[in-house]
Structures are given as structure tokens and as C-alpha cells.
């Protein structure tokens, strides 16, 4: 029988990586002991980041289908311990580096004591995609998580803020199943379909409204976009709230390199709101890339397509603000059902006409618009 070495085990455990952190537990200090019998019987301390970790038992699965691989193995035995509160500042520290760095031009935004945002630091590679509307019901939030979702599936690394701190439901829509890790002031964001998500609704008990003023709704943004290891992801997704308020400001201040698309129905009613909140990006600096169209038809059971809500709302504003209409989504109960059970239509049915549309418009956003400048007017609001 081969002999068993402790060189061999701690190999065999440096690709295994830690499921929320996607850092080798090796390399992150999580090993922190390991006993080799003469029958072959391996026993291995895992330090977990926190206690309560949710991902244990992932933990142990991962380090025992490694270790037992080895050859000469005959057993397995693994004992879990929990960080100190030193090792986890080290450790975010070094994935994150200083939760309290200031933001460069801080004051000059009138925010003396912001953080430093990490996607406006030169050569972030990371495009900001802000998901925006002039009024609510237009379908944004099932826009947002089904682009990020066929994002992900494109072989991107994909993030979402859920900037819609009084409507939040991206959590529900993505279907995450736990609240985010917190190690030492940096949050972790919990990971579904390949998408990893922040929101309010992680931090507000079931059923209670969100009540606060501007500077709060600042602060909270704030933190979503400095605080969370979002681990440099190639696009992360704005989903704004409705309108021109507080957030939409505070965002444009944060995330001056973002990019807005601008979700719609046909209606002209909804589309010429819709103009408002690309006239603000205009205002405030920020580039309208492209127009969705939300809600464009419904094919009913005799195979007829049925314009619902009109016709020519996205393609006018489109035109009206020299950006290209990226798609025209039509109207299906299965994106409803997928948002209400956290299964979103790019997963639950790939092959769709939906969710083949969204993946079509996904690769627009990726290639054709990645270096493209789109130099928009705003519209003239009477």
C-alpha cells in the first residue's frame, strides 16, 4: 500500500475551493491541520470563515471526494473549527483590501467620509450595466435577472445590486436560498444560477416596508457597491428603482462609467415616461446604450401574436434617443411563474423564444456594445 504523505493531501486539497469565496481553502488558511495514520486514515481540520457556515456540508463534501482520491487512503475524518476574529480581518484584508478606504473625490460628491467603489478604480474591468425605467410595472426586475442570468450562461461573471430599496424582489426572482456571509464588514453575496446578488431584502424581516429618506438610501448604496466581495465580475447589474429620485443620483455619482439601458413597453404612455429617466441619464453624464422593449406581444393559443400594450413604443424612443432597440420581448406567464418561484425563465425553459431573446440580447450588451460609444441628446422634457 502506498504511504501517504502530508504533501499529498495538502495538494489534493488546493484545487478544492472555498463555494462562496471561490478562493483554494489552502491558499485562503482554511487547512488548518492534517494527521495521517499508519492504516492509511486521514484526518483534516477545516477553519471555516464564520460560525454557521452554510455552506458546510458543500465544505465537507468537496475536501472528502479530494482527499479520499489520493492514492493509499484508506479512511477520512474531518473536524471543523471556526476563525478567529484577527484571521478573518487578515482575510478580508486580502481579498478585499481595507473596509474603510475613502473614495477618491469623495468630497467633492459631498460625501467626506465615502468608500472608495471599487469598479471606478483604473483598469476595473467590470461594465456597470444600470437596468432603468421611467415607471414601475414595465417588467424591469424580470429584465434584469433574466439578462444576468443569460449573461452567466455566456461564460460571464456576473453580479446584481438590487438598487429598488423600497420594491426590492431580485432575491425572489433569482431564487437565493440564504442571506449573505458577513466576514468582518465584508459581505459576501449569496450566488444563484451563476449570479450573485445583494439587496435590502436580505437585511429587512419578512413584511416590514422600508421607510427611509435620502441620506439613508446614499449610505445603503453605498455599501452594496464598497462592502460586498463582488470579486471583480465582468458585468454588474443595476436594477434601479422606478422614476428620477435619490437613488438614480447617488448612482450616477458612484458609477460614472455606467452603462443605462432602458426598459419599456409599446405603449407610448409608458414609453414617453420611459424618455424621462434617459433625459436624467443625459443630465447626469451617463450613457444610454440601448432600449428593451418589455411586454411587445402575446402569441395566443391559434398561433396569432397579439399587441397587447401597442405597438412602436421602443422602437420610437429607441430612435428618439439614437440607441439601438436591442430586443423586443414578447408577453409569457412562464416569466411571472419563474420570478415568483425564484426558477427565471433562462433557466427553467433555455430553449424558449424568451428566454433565446434575452440571450440574443445578452450578446448585443457583451460584443457589439462593449467598446461602442453611443453618444445620446437628452430629450427635452416640457
Known sequence: MPT????QIIEALRPVEDPELHRSIVDLGMVR?????????????????????????????????AVTKVPGVTGFALDFTVMTDQERAD????????????????????????????FNEPGNKTRPLLISSGKGGVGKSSVTVNLAVALASQGYKVGVVDADIYGYSVPRMLGTDRDP?????????????????????YFVPEGQAVIWRGPMLHKALEQFLADVFWDNPDFLLIDMPPGTGDIALSLSQYLPRGEVYVVTTPQPAA?????LSAAMAAKVNLTVKGVIENMSYFVGDDGKRYEIFGSGGG????????????????????????????NPITVANPTSELAQSFQAIAARIATELKSKKIFSSALKVN
Open 91 to 118: 482575510l478580508r484584508e486580502k481579498l478585499h483590501g481595507h473596509s474603510h478606504a475613502p473614495a477618491n473625490g469623495a468630497q467633492a460628491h459631498g460625501h467626506a467620509e465615502g468608500k472608495a467603489v471599487p
Open 315 to 342: 422602437q420610437k424612443l429607441a430612435d428618439d434617443l439614437g440607441v439601438p432597440l436591442l430586443g423586443q420581448l414578447p408577453l409569457v406567464p412562464e416569466l411571472r411563474e419563474g420570478g415568483d418561484t425564484g
Open 271 to 275: 414609453q414617453k415616461v420611459a424618455a
Open 33 to 65: 491541520d492534517v494527521k495521517i495514520g499508519k492504516d492509511g486514515k486521514i484526518g483534516v481540520q477545516i477553519a471555516l470563515t464564520v460560525a454557521g457556515c452554510p455552506l458546510r456540508n458543500e465544505i465537507q463534501n468537496r475536501v472528502g471526494g
Open 181 to 201: 456571509v458577513v466576514i468582518d464588514e465584508m459581505l459576501v453575496p449569496p450566488e444563484a444560477h451563476g449570479v450573485s446578488c445583494i439587496s435590502i431584502g
Open 4 to 7: 501517504v504523505t502530508h504533501d
